[in-house]
């Protein structure tokens, strides 16, 4: 009995201590016994988490229905692309007056004081414009002409830019991958871009004319062709400082030019040909700018019976006037070597009339002064004779403005004084003793004229014998087959 007693009260006791043990629901750890330094029970975790989760709810309310189809997005890397093509076409329009100074350009050559008629009364010599084109340079200026005339087709694909630049990116956006060909119909116009390794290539079918501009990225040169019918084509290719272009009009003329800049100035070659296959009259000449002046060597011809070795003219640089020439020609062949003066470079010569009669080897009568005796000569030789100076009547051209207040060419003759080079020294006392008139030669450019003439004309021999008909075609070519219908 005493052992059950016993048992019983084990029991109790332990289920006593289970009792309390439970009841301690204040969510605190259990206090550690007094003087207790267990520092893992008073500080469970004092490091911080060594991976923490940055941005444990980074989404808390995500989009419940997302669009199954966004937009594709342009990629930024192109951004421009096509801006930076198309500009690159159209940044530049052929400028031909770029290679002649400022002063020879046709607006600063506008001439109101050019003569009109020196048949009816004595015309004053200070009236004769001072900014006559000789034969020589209208050479320059016809080309230049019938050039700026043909690449005025440019100008509405050059007002269009915006246009075409904003269609272009449009297709780059949609095709990030593929933008190499790109063809559109414009409002007044249809284009084709294509992108090749070597070059960029923009076509344009114009309904008066077929244009095509080739742009190489990594030599910046540009080659335009620019056909507006079978028989009227411009090429022409440019890069920093050069120049070379070539066209036809109406298949009856050609041309070819190349202009190169160099430290001293500019240096060009200009060839003509007018009129059908096996009949063109070819003309060469070459292009010298220096400092001070502007010298054109050619052999466009007084008249057909003449043949020249070449004729010089200069202009003055800084004010555009006609300085004078130089010419070797052959008449009856017999040589002569002459240098042409414009009379308001002679002192002492104050007006000048001209008779349309012979007069000895003059092909007109020319009087001075006032005077109703005609102008005397003076010859050298004897059984054949030739004038040491006189004063003829030469072919030139004037930039004036029409009623339209547009400037033109027009074509008059003006009297000049001619010096046989070999009595240029002796030329003031053999007027005077012919003519009892005392003049004075006031051009400071003689000396340079005989100078430059000198020094171009065998290279301009060498020149003459280079390009014909058959190259001009060959360097114009035929049109894309873009344009072929």
Known sequence: MKRILTLLLAFVMIFSFAACDNGNDSGKAPEPPAGSTDKTDQDPDPQPDPDPDPDPDPDPDPDPDPDPDPDPQPDPSLAGKALSIVKNFLA?????????PASLKPEAMAEENAPTDFNTDFVPVSTIGKKAIGKQLNVVYDIFGYAESITKHLDAVIAAQDKIVDAYQLFINDNPDDYALFEKQMEHFDIRIQLTET??????????????????????????RIQLSDSNVLKYET??????????VLGVAKWQVEFDKTNSGVNGKLYEFYGVAGKYIKTVADYHMDDTYTYIIADK???????????LEAYDNATGEFVGSKVKETVSSKNYDTQWFPLYDVTGITSVKKEDKKNVMNADTIYINGSSESLHSKTVGFLDASRRFDIEFKGVWYFKTNAEGELEKVKTEIPMLFIQQDNINTFEKDFEDENEVAVTLLSTGAE?????????VEDYAADKKLVTVDEIDTYIGTKNVFFVY
């Open 92 to 100: 530049k329009k052929l400028d031909v007056w770029e290679y002649v």
């Open 199 to 224: 070059q960029n290539v923009l076509l344009v079918r114009l309904a008066t004319a077929a244009i095509e501009v080739y742009y190489n990225d990594l030599t910046k040169a540009s080659t335009v």
């Open 239 to 248: 890069r920093e400082g050069h120049l070379k272009a070539a066209l036809s």
């Open 301 to 311: 011809r007084e008249s057909d019976d003449l043949i020249i070795e070449g004729s």
């Open 448 to 456: 340079q004229i005989a100078d430059a003439y000198d020094a171009y």
